[in-house]
T-cell receptor, first 113, second 110 residues
Framework: EAQVTQNPRYLITVTGKKLTVTCSQN?????MSWYRQDPGLGLRQIYY???????DKGDVPEGYKVSRKEKRNFPLILESPSPNQTSLYFC????????????FGPGTRLLVL | RKEVEQDPGPFNVPEGATVAFNCTYS??????FFWYRQDCRKEPKLLMS???SGNEDGRFTAQLNRASQYISLLIRDSKLSDSATYLC???????????FGAGTRLAVHP
């Protein structure tokens, strides 16, 4: 089954404790992206990657890091989480030929205390 | 001003009703447009693309007006299962990103 998976699905952590949210897709997609969704603001892009070892900032990259060492994986790293990073996070992927049609993972709900 | 703006709703309609959502976008360079559907606490899923000529998929009709930078979605004969948030989305190839509106919530009641 073609899918995007994220782990963990739910996470409660404390300020400053480094965490990683994993994202993996099995569709051989080149393009992957991270979004956060907050009430009234819609989805905002954090980082994206056009292919292995190619990443770039989205609209709200501050406080986040990403890496793309393999085509299927695109982890999101919060080196020192803060309460304003409490949000719902989605990973998405698409082929480069059809970047407008993105497939989303199930979401990770993060609470930073 | 947000790049993609939508009425947040909620729209509360009875089953069988026709409901229309509107959306405006500010970047005239946006190349293509979509409606995504998002169920409560779930991931967004592509509902349909939007073309200037208008396009229909069953009970759903989408329309794009580039001159007015306006997008619409019409749902006919609403079903309970249509209850969700509908996200208006613009794609900017130059910036390699989808730009999402905040969503319009629809609640269909018996």
């Amino acid at each position: 089954e073609a899918q995007v998976t994220q782990n963990p699905r739910y996470l409660i952590t404390v300020t400053g404790k480094k965490l990683t949210v994993t994202c993996s897709q099995n569709m051989n997609h080149e393009y992957m992206s991270w979004y956060r969704q907050d009430p009234g603001l819609g989805l905002r892009q954090i980082y994206y990657s056009m292919n292995v070892e190619v990443t770039d900032k989205g609209d709200v990259p501050e406080g986040y890091k990403v890496s793309r060492k393999e085509k299927r994986n695109f982890p999101l790293i919060l080196e020192s989480p803060s309460p304003n990073q409490t949000s719902l996070y989605f990973c998405a992927s698409s082929s480069n030929r059809a970047r407008e049609t993105q497939y989303f993972g199930p979401g990770t709900r993060l609470l930073v205390l | 001003r947000k790049e993609v703006e939508q009425d947040p709703g909620p729209f509360n309609v009875p089953e069988g009703a026709t409901v229309a959502f509107n959306c405006t976008y500010s970047n005239s360079a946006s190349q293509s447009f979509f409606w995504y559907r998002q169920d409560c606490r779930k991931e967004p899923k592509l509902l349909m693309s939007v073309y200037s000529s208008g396009n229909e998929d069953g009970r759903f009709t989408a329309q794009l007006n580039r001159a007015s930078q306006y997008i619409s979605l019409l749902i006919r004969d609403s079903k309970l299962s249509d209850s969700a948030t509908y996200l208006c989305v613009a794609f900017s190839g130059g910036y390699n990103k989808l730009i999402f509106g905040a969503g319009t919530r629809l609640a269909v009641h018996p």
